[in-house]
């Protein structure tokens, strides 16, 4: 009786053996992997939805800082930059390399009371992919004067604007539109200098998500 007390007790106390604790440590390893495959599919769909969120404030913006200018464009001339005397039309198109388009806007925001003139020059351009604003602190910038520069979008491969014209309710790559006032002449050059269309269209070209098209009234 004592000696199968003994082998029992011995039984009993016998460790894992070697294939147990390779079968374990195999059971812990798969299941390593697994969570570890998990928690890594989670931030990189994480990381993924912040840079598609993002983007999306981003276009957002931009169309919201569109809609703000557009919308308080204002029929007064600018001196040319040039510093030759003669006035730039109130808005005007332009080109790619150059700038897209550049006009006088009201209801320039001025909380901190600054002695400036509550109108701005603005000019779109678009830069090697990026949609830049920039506007001037004078309505009537001084010779060689520097904008000051915004960023409003990256990944951008083309900007095109339309004018519709107030006369004809027909839509015009360029502006201003001689059809409005008929052939200038001293007559009506003042008039050619302020005429502004009825809306405007934009159409970006993203990258990542193709033509975006927004139509913005231009107020009268």
Same mark, same amino acid.
């Given at each position: 009786?004592?000696?199968?007390?003994?082998?029992?007790?011995?039984?009993?106390?016998?460790? @894992?053996? &070697?294939?147990? +604790?390779? %079968?374990? %440590?195999?059971?812990?390893?798969?299941?390593?992997?697994?969570?570890?495959?998990? +928690?890594?599919?989670?931030?990189?769909?994480?990381?993924?939805?912040?840079?598609?969120?993002?983007?999306?404030?981003?276009?957002? !913006?931009?169309? $919201?800082?569109?809609?703000?200018?557009?919308?308080?464009?204002?029929?007064?001339?600018?001196? /040319?930059?040039?510093?030759?005397? *003669?006035?730039?039309?109130? +808005?005007?198109?332009? !080109? =790619?390399?150059?700038?897209?388009? %550049? @006009?006088?806007?009201?209801? #320039?925001?001025?909380?901190?009371?600054?002695?400036?003139?509550?109108?701005? $020059?603005?000019?779109?351009?678009?830069?090697?992919?990026?949609?830049?604003?920039?506007? #001037?602190?004078?309505? /009537?910038?001084?010779?060689?004067?520097?904008?000051?520069? $915004? &960023?409003?979008?990256?990944?951008?491969?083309?900007?095109?604007? $339309?004018?519709?014209?107030?006369?004809?309710?027909?839509?015009?790559? *360029? #502006?201003?539109?001689?059809?409005?006032?008929?052939?200038? =002449?001293?007559?009506?050059?003042?008039?050619? &200098?302020?005429?502004?269309?009825?809306?405007?269209?934009?159409?970006? /070209?993203?990258? /990542?998500?193709? !033509?975006?098209? !927004?139509?913005?009234?231009?107020?009268?």
């Amino acid at each position: 009786m004592s000696a199968a007390r003994l082998k029992s007790k011995s039984s009993r106390q016998r460790g @894992f053996t &070697l294939i147990e +604790i390779l %079968v374990a %440590v195999a059971i812990a390893a798969i299941m390593f992997a697994i969570g570890y495959a998990g +928690i890594n599919q989670a931030l990189n769909d994480r990381e993924g939805l912040e840079a598609a969120q993002n983007r999306l404030t981003a276009v957002q !913006r931009t169309m $919201r800082v569109l809609s703000q200018d557009l919308a308080q464009v204002v029929a007064r001339p600018a001196r /040319d930059l040039a510093g030759n005397g *003669d006035l730039q039309p109130a +808005i005007q198109s332009g !080109r =790619t390399g150059d700038y897209l388009l %550049v @006009f006088s806007r009201g209801g #320039w925001s001025n909380p901190a009371g600054a002695q400036r003139a509550a109108q701005q $020059r603005v000019r779109y351009t678009l830069v090697n992919g990026e949609f830049m604003r920039e506007h #001037w602190l004078s309505l /009537d910038p001084a010779l060689n004067a520097v904008p000051r520069r $915004r &960023l409003l979008l990256e990944g951008v491969r083309a900007v095109e604007f $339309r004018y519709l014209d107030p006369t004809n309710r027909s839509w015009r790559n *360029d #502006w201003p539109a001689s059809t409005t006032v008929g052939a200038v =002449t001293p007559a009506n050059a003042d008039l050619a &200098l302020r005429t502004r269309p009825a809306a405007i269209e934009v159409t970006l /070209d993203l990258e /990542d998500w193709g !033509r975006i098209m !927004r139509v913005f009234e231009v107020a009268s």
